[in-house]
Every structure is written in C-alpha cells, then in structure tokens.
C-alpha cells in the first residue's frame, strides 16, 4: 500500500506561484492514478488534477491553463505546479492515489492565497 506526503504549500500573493510535492511510498507507485484535490472552508472536496500511469492528465475545472500535474516514477514523487493564483484557490490540498479498490489519500497541505 502507498502511503502520502503533500509539502510545499504556503501563503502566496495573488498572481504567485507555488509548486505541491506529493512523496509515496511503496513499490507500486507508477501503476497509481495519482490526483490532486482541494476543499475549500464550507466547500465540498473537489477534483483539481489527475496523471494516470501513463502520464496522460485532466484538469477539470477552474486549474486549466494554470495548473499543471506532473509525476516522476524514479522519486515516487507527484506534482501539481500552480501558477497565477488567485483568492479563490484558498483551499487544503490532498494527495490522492488509486489502484483498483484502493483509493489513499495523505493528510492535506494549505495554500493560501492573499495579500
């Protein structure tokens, strides 16, 4: 089983940068779909990104264009590089890993992004 690690998050002025880090352990960590998830203060968790295996990704809602997830198998290590930031971004970001039943989460990072 994997087990995740999100740094990397932080306060951040609007139009800033920040790059997530997320570090797996396990063996099997490059037949993950690894994903990207935030909640917000009275808001449902929501998808922000997703890498298959493959490499092939999806960036369903408002992160398109600005965000970009990437992953290295050699580091057991996925990515979410964010740019332009806004207020709205304010959230908890989660690490997420699935293999068939499986579906791991680690406990979160915070960004925040204000002046």
């Known amino acids: 089983q994997v087990h995740l690690v999100e740094s990397g998050g932080g306060l951040v002025q609007p139009g800033g940068s920040l790059r997530l880090s997320c570090a797996a352990s396990?063996?099997?960590?490059?037949?993950?779909?690894m994903g990207w998830y935030r909640q917000a203060p009275g808001k449902q968790r929501e998808l922000v990104a997703l890498?298959?295996?493959?490499?092939?990704?999806n960036y369903p809602g408002s992160a398109k264009g600005r965000f970009t997830i990437s992953r290295d198998n050699t580091k057991n290590t996925v990515y979410l590089q964010m740019n332009s930031l806004k207020p709205e971004d304010t959230a908890v970001y989660y690490c997420?890993?699935?293999?068939?039943?499986?579906?791991?989460w680690g406990l979160g990072t915070q960004v925040t992004v204000s002046t």
């Open positions: 396990g063996s099997m960590f490059r037949m993950y779909v």
């Open positions: 890498i298959g295996s493959g490499g092939s990704t």
């Open positions: 997420n890993a699935k293999l068939g039943a499986e579906n791991l």
